[in-house]
């Protein structure tokens, strides 16, 4: 045996072992139809070798099988199309004639007509040429409608057809041309050449070794492992899904892929879903679960035109992908979940220091301020509304403001910062169930698209208590001015009308009542404009060496004269040092004690007036032996328009002159006090600050080198001078 025809044999019999062997594993019509033809070669080998062994049987069985089992070939090849994609049966039946009618054409014609050996041996070619061409061109026309794997498998199969054809017609060309029988070397060498390349191109198609398949799906898979390995940057998950459906739909030969999760839309799909299918092609659904352990995860869908081919040897594959590609897509989402959740750290730090800020902003405001949702109901509170209301912050939230604060009947609206804002005057209520008035703002903002609202709600207490004291200020002091006034006006039209008339005695007395009218109307006047000086926040000016006894003694006396009724004396231990102060200051607030002291002791009332040294200070006291004060009044009266409610029911007083007493003592760096005597009665006092001499403390100057000049009597009226000379 020549060596061409050792490797041909050698070839269909290791194709037949290893198709028989795949027909053992898998028991399929497309298995079969490959045994079948590769069978065919074997039995072609054994029956040559058999007439070799016994020439005797050649012509009796050898031969006719021999030549049946060759020209079943054509047939057997449609066979295996029908399994590919259907093939009718008018045109199985013309092939399965043709087969019967060459048998029987090469078997009787040459013996029984000699003359048509030759025309007969073309004719049997020609069919045996044309169906394996037809066949290899269906294959091939198959092959374009598949995608990867099975399109170079079908490829190979319509290659190794046409080859095994054509290998049939250069035998039956050289044997009808040939006399005898005698078939030329060169053509028997040619055509055992395309035998074999026929073999091997059915072996890659139909039973290509474990190797070779590797190989090719490893091509296919290259560039899904590629992206799983090393995705792009900007590649997110669904470039994943969609790579994987590409490359199973290139291993499966599928027309459609889709990965599906168990609900919603597919997470990838390659394919055309509108294409039309053609009309009388089966189409099969392949399903692979993704994650084989959870079932309920997500599946492969592939869509196959016409009969699966090959998909057995690939599954093993495809769920190797899915499981890589399952794991790069947990791989990546947990990496997406941990960026996002290091953007909502960030974000919710961000948030959460703005937030801080904006709420140190508002715990910093005075007025509670209150966030309301939709249904006017607290999401949240400041500190202050909480103290406001009478409990803490915590307690507010999920309170309707109906529990607050009574809904206003009016309302005015402003606009600030391109907002809307109500503002409106209503009552507020405590928890434990007090009310008290309040002033209310409220305006509407949005919050991840929900309406929300911000009231500001201020107890406004204050405003009403001031109200109330101004009014009733300026009632009292109309009645103050108006009561001298009259005096004055009263006497000086008496006195001009009636002047002439009166003794002299008369016109005293009412001289005497308008100058103390006068006296009284300056007074209050001097304490209005000080008051004035004060809320206004006025430089009353520096201090100078004054000696408070003689202003004391002078001021006693001018007293003694306004009040004749009250005896008032200063009482005096000895010489007091120099105090810094303001004559004119010093002078008002002893007036405003002594005129104090008289007016509410009452008549026949003593009022002492005592000076002490102190350290570094003279103390200057007014005593009285009245009503006097309650201990809970005694810092209450230094407040402006405060009047004790006893003494405001015995004696006129607008809450004036203790206020400017006490500014005018801390102006001029004292301190002032009103106590209650044990033996009855009260005590006014302050003190000041003793002088000292600057120049004396650098011993510039001797003691007696001050001189002070007594004035007469008036807070205007005072003189001091150094000496030209030592």
């Keep these: 045996m020549d060596p061409l025809a050792f490797t041909l044999q050698l070839v269909f019999y290791a194709l037949f072992a290893v198709s ?55 047939f057997l090849v449609v066979r295996l199309l029908h399994q590919i994609r259907p093939v009718s049966r008018r045109i199985t039946w013309l092939v399965f004639a043709g087969w019967v009618l060459s048998t029987v054409g090469i078997l009787v014609v040459p013996d029984a007509v000699p003359e048509l050996r030759g025309v007969t041996t073309l004719a049997v070619v020609g069919y045996f040429f044309a169906g394996e061409i037809g066949a290899a061109t269906r294959i091939a026309l198959e092959a374009r409608r598949r995608f990867g794997v099975a399109r170079i498998r079908l490829t190979l199969a319509a290659a190794g057809t046409a080859l095994f054809g054509t290998s049939i017609l ?50 296919a898979a290259f560039g899904l ?47 055309d879903e509108a294409e039309p299918i053609r009309a009388g092609v089966p189409v099969s659904n392949l399903e692979i679960a993704i994650r084989p352990g959870r079932p309920e995860g997500e599946h492969l869908i592939a869509q196959i035109e016409g ?73 949240w509170a400041t500190r202050q509304a909480g103290e406001l ?8 939230v999920g309170r309707p403001l109906a529990d607050l604060v009574v809904r206003p009947r009016e309302a005015s609206e402003d606009e600030v910062g391109g907002r809307p804002v109500q503002r409106s005057e209503t009552i507020g209520r405590r928890i434990d169930g007090t009310d008290f008035p309040a002033e209310m703002a409220r305006t509407t903002f949005e919050l991840e698209g929900r309406p929300f609202q911000l009231a500001v709600v201020s107890d406004i207490t204050w405003r009403h208590e001031a109200d109330q004291i101004r009014d009733r200020f300026l009632g009292v002091l109309s009645h103050e001015l108006r ?24 016109r005293r007395e009412l001289l005497t009542g308008v100058a103390a009218e006068a006296e009284r109307l300056q007074r209050m006047i001097e304490n209005l404009v000080a008051m004035a000086r004060i809320e206004r926040g006025a430089d009353f000016g520096g201090t100078r060496p004054v000696l408070a006894d003689r202003i004391i003694r002078q001021l006693v006396e001018r007293e003694r004269q306004l009040w004749p009724e009250v005896s008032i004396r200063r009482v005096a231990d000895g010489p007091v040092q120099m105090v810094a102060a303001d004559e004119e200051y010093l002078a008002q607030i002893m007036r405003n004690l ?29 005593k009285d032996n009245g009503p006097g004060i309650a201990p809970e009044d005694a810092d209450l009266l230094f407040r402006l328009y405060y009047r004790a409610a006893h003494h405001a029911a015995t004696a006129p007083g607008a809450g004036i002159g203790l206020f400017v007493c006490r500014e005018l003592v801390a102006t001029m760096g004292g301190r002032i006090w009103a106590t209650p005597r044990p033996e009855g009665g009260s005590e006014f006092g302050f003190s000041l600050p003793a002088y000292v001499d600057e120049l004396e403390e650098t011993g510039a100057l001797p003691d007696d080198d001050l001189v002070v000049f007594e004035g007469t009597q008036g807070p205007a009226e005072k003189a001091r001078e150094m000496p030209a000379t030592a």
Excluded at 178 to 190: G, V
């Design 20 to 74: 028989a062997w795949q027909f053992v594993r898998r028991r399929g019509p497309l298995e079969l139809s490959v045994v079948a033809i590769f069978g065919s070669f074997v039995a072609l080998f054994l029956l040559g070798s058999i007439n070799s062994a016994r020439p005797d049987l050649a012509e009796v069985i050898g031969r006719p099988v021999a030549v049946a089992v060759l020209l079943a070939q054509p």
């Design 170 to 219: 250069l035998a039956g060309i050289a044997s009808a041309a040939s006399p005898q029988d005698a078939t030329p070397a060169e053509a028997t060498i040619l055509t055992r050449l395309f035998a074999i390349f026929a073999g091997l191109a059915y072996l890659g198609a139909f039973v290509p070794p474990k190797p070779i398949r590797r190989f090719i799906n490893q091509a």
């Design 225 to 271: 492992v590629r992206s799983l390995v090393a995705p792009e940057t900007d590649a997110g998950i669904g470039k994943l899904w969609v790579d994987l459906a590409s490359t199973a739909r290139d291993i499966l030969a599928a027309r459609r892929v889709a990965i599906v999760p168990p609900q919603g839309d597919p997470l990838g799909v390659v394919g």
């Design 307 to 379: 009969r699966a081919l090959f998909v057995d040897d690939d599954l093993s594959l495809i769920g190797e992908l899915c499981d890589l590609t399952a794991k790069a897509i947990d791989r990546e989402t947990a990496l997406v979940s941990l960026g996002e959740a290091r953007r909502e750290a960030e974000e919710t730090r961000a948030v959460r220091a703005s937030e801080a800020r904006f709420r140190a902003l508002l715990e910093a405001a005075p007025a509670a301020i209150l966030a309301l949702d939709e249904e006017d109901r607290v999401t």
């Design 389 to 396: 209301f009478g409990t803490i912050e915590e307690e507010l």
């Design 483 to 506: 009561t001298p006034v009259t005096s004055i006006y009263g006497g000086t039209q008496l006195l001009l009308g009636r002047g002439a008339r009166l003794d002299a005695e008369t």
């Design 594 to 622: 002594l005129s104090n002291a008289a007016k509410y002791s009452g008549a026949g009332s003593t009022v002492e007036v005592v000076l002490e040294d102190g350290d570094g200070e003279v103390l200057i006291r007014v």
